[in-house]
Every structure is written in structure tokens, then in C-alpha cells.
């Protein structure tokens, strides 16, 4: 069964860049058909998705994150990462990634991490 673990600081500084990495064991981040995403829950909100990486290692953004969100990864050590730049406060918040499944048209969500909490202040 696969599992995720988000890890990256907790504190992060108005403006700086935030980076979180998602490690996967029991399944590897190239498998055909699967994807890994991020997603966030701003307070009082629903969940709000950010972007995914695929198999291939091709990547896709929300349009309202797209300016200053990437997504990468690290084959080798099977993790994939994110990085928002330019952060505000409206960026603290709780972060999951996701595993995704690719049927040929839609993506599915089949496995998450448990979420890192992420604080914005100076």
C-alpha cells in the first residue's frame, strides 16, 4: 500500500519561497498511470488544488497558483516537491499531497498524506 509523508519547515517568511517535499513508499512516483499532486485547505475553505506531476514527469497547474507554484520531483529518492513563491499570508494553511490515478480521461484520488501545517509570519 502506498504511503505519503509531507516534511518541510513549519514557519515560513512574507515573501519567501516555500518548499514541502512528499516522500512515497510502497509504490514508485514513475508507475504508469499515476500522478502525485498537491493540494491545500486555506481555513474555512474547501480544498483547493494546486498542481500534479505525472508519470512522465510532465506538470500541471491551477490557473490562480500557476504564477508562482512548481511542482518537481527526485526519481532517486522517490519525493516529489513543491515550492510557492512569494508567500503571504493567505498561504498558511494545512498541505496534502495525493496520489492520483489516471483512467484515460479523469484523474482519481487514491491515497494522501496526513498534511503538513504551514505557518506564514514574520
Known amino acids: 500500500q502506498v504511503q505519503l509523508q509531507e516534511s518541510g519547515p513549519g514557519l515560513v517568511k512574507p515573501s519567501q519561497t516555500l518548499s514541502l517535499t512528499c516522500t512515497v513508499s510502497?509504490?514508485?512516483?514513475?508507475?504508469?498511470?499515476?500522478?502525485w499532486s498537491w493540494i491545500r485547505q486555506p481555513p474555512g475553505k474547501g480544498l483547493e488544488w494546486m498542481g500534479v506531476?505525472?508519470?512522465?514527469?510532465?506538470?500541471y497547474y491551477s490557473p490562480s497558483l500557476k504564477s508562482h507554484t512548481s511542482i518537481s520531483r527526485d526519481t532517486s529518492k522517490n519525493q516529489f516537491s513543491l515550492q510557492l513563491s512569494s508567500v503571504t499570508p493567505d498561504d498558511q494553511t494545512v498541505y496534502y499531497c495525493?496520489?492520483?490515478?489516471?483512467?484515460?480521461?479523469?484523474?482519481?484520488?487514491?491515497?494522501w498524506g496526513q498534511g503538513t501545517k504551514v505557518t506564514v509570519s514574520s
Open positions: 495525493a496520489k492520483l490515478y489516471y483512467d484515460g480521461q479523469y484523474y482519481h484520488f487514491e491515497s
Open positions: 510502497g509504490g514508485s512516483i514513475t508507475t504508469s498511470y499515476y500522478a
Open positions: 506531476i505525472s508519470d512522465d514527469g510532465s506538470t
